[in-house]
């Protein structure tokens, strides 16, 4: 067997030398027809373009979140301290009542509208 024509000790620019010999009649061909081309794959770009607006209905979903802090550990820790003081002068001092508060101002009307429109 000839060392030249062996396929391992070819160098890369003969192998490519190679490829670009064999692909040059395909590349003459597109060049050739490269109007044709253009006009169809444009047309079918058009029609899928035309498909996609008019056939396809939109989609758009809209979600609000509210985000409240965590007002539970921090007004147990300060609040269970003078519990027992409020509680004998008739004070209710619950955990919750901040965050209901709170709630209820960022659910409000008002809040609630200038972050719609």
Do not use: C, H
Request: net charge negative; no cysteine; hydrophobic share 45%.
């Amino acid at each position: 067997m000839d060392p030249n024509t062996d396929n391992q000790t070819r160098s890369f620019f003969e192998t490519l030398t190679d490829f670009i010999i064999k692909m040059k009649p395909y590349a003459a061909f597109l060049w050739n027809e490269r109007r044709q081309l253009v006009l169809f794959n444009g047309g079918v770009g058009i029609i899928t373009i035309l498909v996609l607006y008019f056939l396809v209905a939109p989609y758009y979903q809209s979600s609000t979140v509210t985000i409240l802090p965590d007002f539970g550990n921090k007004n147990s820790d300060m609040l269970s301290q003078f519990s027992g003081l409020a509680s004998m002068a008739g004070v209710n001092v619950g955990g919750d009542v901040s965050t209901q508060i709170y709630q209820n101002l960022v659910t409000s009307e008002s809040v609630v509208s200038d972050a719609i429109v």
